[in-house]
């Protein structure tokens, strides 16, 4: 079935530091691929996403680039901000196998330090 | 209202007891979604409304989970017996349309239902 597996954490970045979290991902058909971001006290809310393969989503001063040859979908920014703290999450959905469930991975929390 | 709204936020119940937890999305969406999310993992699929008909319960863990949305907006999940395991935060999400949009994974989420069973 399909899967996504992601960087573990915590991570802990000093502020202006650049941020790369992990994605990697298994599916049988086509998938779309997205980000999704929880800040504390709030729901999961979609932060970027990339419909086919080398397709790059971006918000907020956030990238991530659908590389279907290495089934990747790694988040970077070049400069975090205290605000960006939140839990991660890297997630797909299959709509070549006619699926509409999103499959999430299990999160990355990010702690950005003053 | 502006969001989808969830409640209760929290729920402490005792082994073996009923549970329900209400969801009412976003004035206009017709799609609704249940996820589970337990500690250190991301959220789980359970079951997706399209109006007001389940489409797809196959993530429903077993027979003491069910769902219903009966007006094809606020929709009720329903846990009985409930056990241990079954602590957990369950969100429940919507977006505007079912299938279509759905495939393109923009989904709402509500702030979620956090469930203890002591």
């Known amino acids: 079935g399909d899967s996504v597996t992601q960087m573990e954490g915590p991570v802990t970045l000093s502020e202006e530091a650049f941020l790369t979290i992990n994605c990697t991902y298994t599916?049988?058909?086509?998938?779309?691929l997205f980000w999704y971001v929880q800040y504390p006290g709030e729901g999961l809310q979609l932060l970027l996403k990339a419909t086919k393969a080398d397709d790059k989503g971006s918000n907020k001063g956030f990238e991530a680039t659908y590389r279907k040859e290495t089934t990747s979908f790694h988040l970077e920014k070049g400069s975090v901000q205290v605000s960006d703290s939140a839990v991660y999450f890297c997630?797909?959905?299959?709509?070549?196998?006619?699926?509409?469930?999103?499959?999430f991975g299990k999160g990355t929390k990010l702690s950005v330090i003053p | 209202g502006a969001g989808v709204s969830q409640t209760p936020s929290n729920k402490v119940t005792e082994k073996g007891k009923y549970v329900e937890l209400r969801c009412d999305p976003i004035s206009g969406h017709t799609a609704l979604y249940w996820y589970r999310q337990s500690l250190g993992q991301g959220p789980e699929f359970l079951i997706y409304f399209q109006g007001t008909g389940a489409a797809d319960d196959s993530g429903l863990p077993n027979d003491r989970f069910f769902a219903v949305r009966p007006e094809g907006s606020v929709s009720t999940l329903k846990i009985q017996r409930t056990e241990r395991g079954d602590s957990a935060v369950y969100l429940c999400a919507s977006s505007l349309r079912g299938g279509s949009s759905a495939y393109t994974g923009e989904l709402f989420f509500g702030e979620g239902s956090r469930l203890t069973v002591l």
């Open positions: 997630a797909l959905t299959d709509s070549g196998a006619g699926s509409y469930q999103l499959t």
């Open positions: 599916a049988t058909g086509y998938p779309s």
